[in-house]
């Protein structure tokens, strides 16, 4: 039915200790972009996610003690088994999340991708000795795995955000525990079948499947066998986690909602500035955390950049992401309805639009590639984080002021400007206070790059070298005693 080369990558139980687990109620997963059923999976709760976290306890001994390079072998086969099935991988993702297969064929490529990079970087967990004012005492510094890591994930990239978190985690030593999205299980568990046949040990990567967000999620923020707790969601439920995390110590990684600005300089390169827009803004029908919120030109070349942006969103096309189009459909249709009120509500303070608008004939799920005009940062498109493809642009003239505007949010992610003037390329690099800066660039996340947030968007990194650190802890050992 959903013609996959190896059907076996289809799973419908959840995965715990090298074991797929039925339970007695079920859900369905839903392709967004028919509201057809794509599988009828086991609906595990509480109890399940007690075990699973139980035995990536009882397997934290073993997989700690493998040298790196072990597991390394072991992650490099998952990553060659991900790349060999990225065909049925992207088909499995597009189905329950909607995405183009384009993307869903770069998202497993990108989620691979941290897999095997992170099973290199876990050969370079260097230690120090650090010189001591005392002869005759050494101070020595390891790292060592936190122990088992417990996560939760958002169904806008159901590959990529588990493969951050897990490649890390797996390389430092320690054990993983994830509970993906309701909408989005399938992938998840597909990377489940692929670690078990690259033999990633039972209990080191375990996936657990349900619908109770909240007994699931109190279980691996609360359990004393879980050192660490990650998440990547909205900034909303990243809040209640953190506070659920308090009453064991957990170490914490959350990585939140964002609110980016994309910032047109009258020195920009303005055809690139489009196609960085575009790229920034419409992926995943405007449902990435680094997606575009606000775009904001400066006057003397609004009226240029506003045209050919145009220009280029009327050639999106929209549709099953199946069927080569552009623009998916969004999560579920209350996503849509969100969108379509921050837009009225927008029209409402005196926005515009002058492209889209409106619900897609092509179903239930579908808006529009949209762009308002008339915009200003307080009004709820800009003000809020929107989830959809919609485009506000808002106008400014000098580079104080754009640069107050764009940091006036509690948000502090992904953020984008363009501009060919080298002084002004460090000087507003340096005032934006996000985690991460595109210059002259629209698509800035890979394996060796941090990833993360700062302000309300979070804590941590996810990938690069300060990724790994997510995932170590330092302990200080003092030798005395070494005089004779
Ligand atoms: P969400 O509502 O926060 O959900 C994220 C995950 O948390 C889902 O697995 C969800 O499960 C679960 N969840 C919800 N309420 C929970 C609770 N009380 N206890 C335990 N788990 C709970 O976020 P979303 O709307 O699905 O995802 C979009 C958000 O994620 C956006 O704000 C986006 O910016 C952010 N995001 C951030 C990054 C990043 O790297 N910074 C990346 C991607 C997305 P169910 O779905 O099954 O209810």
Redesign the pocket.
């Known amino acids: 039915m959903h013609k996959l080369k190896d059907s076996q990558l289809l799973k419908c139980c959840s995965y715990i200790n090298g074991s797929w687990h039925s339970s007695d109620s079920q859900f369905d997963v839903l392709n967004p972009a028919s509201g057809a059923v794509v599988a009828v999976v086991s609906n595990a709760g509480a109890p399940e996610t007690e075990l699973a976290v139980r035995s990536a306890k009882a397997a934290l001994a073993m997989w700690s003690a493998k040298s790196a390079n072990e597991r390394a072998v072991l992650m490099r086969k998952w990553f060659d088994l991900m790349m060999e099935n990225q065909d049925d991988l992207s088909r499995i993702l597009t189905l329950e999340q909607g995405k183009p297969l384009g993307e869903a064929k770069g998202e497993i490529a990108y989620g691979a991708a941290f897999i095997e990079w992170f099973a290199e970087e876990g050969k370079r967990v260097y230690g120090d000795i650090i010189p001591s004012a005392a002869g005759d005492k050494r101070i020595l510094v390891f790292k060592q795995p936190v122990g088992v890591v417990a996560s939760?994930?958002?169904?806008?990239?159901p590959n990529a955000?588990i493969a951050r978190k897990a490649a890390a985690a797996l390389a430092a030593g320690c054990t993983f525990v994830v509970?993906?999205?309701?909408?989005t299980p399938l992938s998840a568990l597909a990377m489940a079948e692929l670690a078990e046949r690259a033999g990633i040990p039972a209990g080191v990567f375990n996936v657990v499947v349900g619908?109770d967000?909240?007994g699931?999620?109190?279980v691996?923020?609360q359990h004393p066998d879980v050192a660490k707790f990650t998440?990547?969601?909205?900034?909303?439920?990243?809040k209640?986690?953190i506070a659920q995390c308090a009453s064991t110590v957990k170490k914490v990684s959350m990585?939140?909602?964002?609110n980016a600005p994309f910032i047109v300089f009258d020195d920009a390169d303005i055809d690139a500035a489009v196609q960085g827009a575009i790229d920034s803004k419409y992926r995943n029908a405007g449902?990435?955390?680094?997606c575009t919120n606000r775009i904001f030109v400066q006057q003397d070349v609004l009226e240029q950049f506003t045209d050919k942006f145009t220009m280029a969103v009327a050639k999106l096309t929209i549709g099953n992401g199946l069927d080569g189009a552009q623009i998916g459909p969004m999560?579920t249709s209350s996503a849509v309805s969100d969108v379509e009120k921050l837009v009225a509500d927008s029209i409402a303070a005196g926005a515009t639009v002058i492209f889209g608008g409106k619900r897609d004939p092509a179903g239930e799920n579908f808006y529009q590639p949209t762009i308002l005009t008339n915009v200003t940062n307080d009004m709820p498109i800009a003000a809020n984080?929107i989830?959809g493809p919609v485009s506000p642009i808002i106008s400014f003239t000098d580079e104080a002021e754009v640069i107050a505007l764009a940091n006036s949010t509690e948000y502090g992610?992904a953020s984008y400007f363009y501009s060919r003037d080298i002084g002004r390329i460090w000087r507003v690099s340096e005032r934006l206070e996000f985690g991460m800066v595109g210059v002259n660039e629209g698509i800035i996340s890979n394996p060796a790059a941090p990833?993360?947030?700062i302000k309300q968007?979070?804590s941590g990194r996810?990938g690069s070298k300060y990724g790994l650190d997510d995932y170590l802890e330092i302990k200080y050992v003092c030798i005395g005693g070494l005089n004779k």
């Open positions: 939760i994930t958002p169904w806008n990239f955000m509970r993906p999205a309701a909408q619908e967000a909240r699931m999620g109190k691996l923020t998440f990547t969601g909205s900034t909303a439920v990243g209640s986690l990585e939140l909602g964002g449902q990435t955390c680094v999560i984080e989830f992610l990833f993360g947030g968007s979070g996810e």
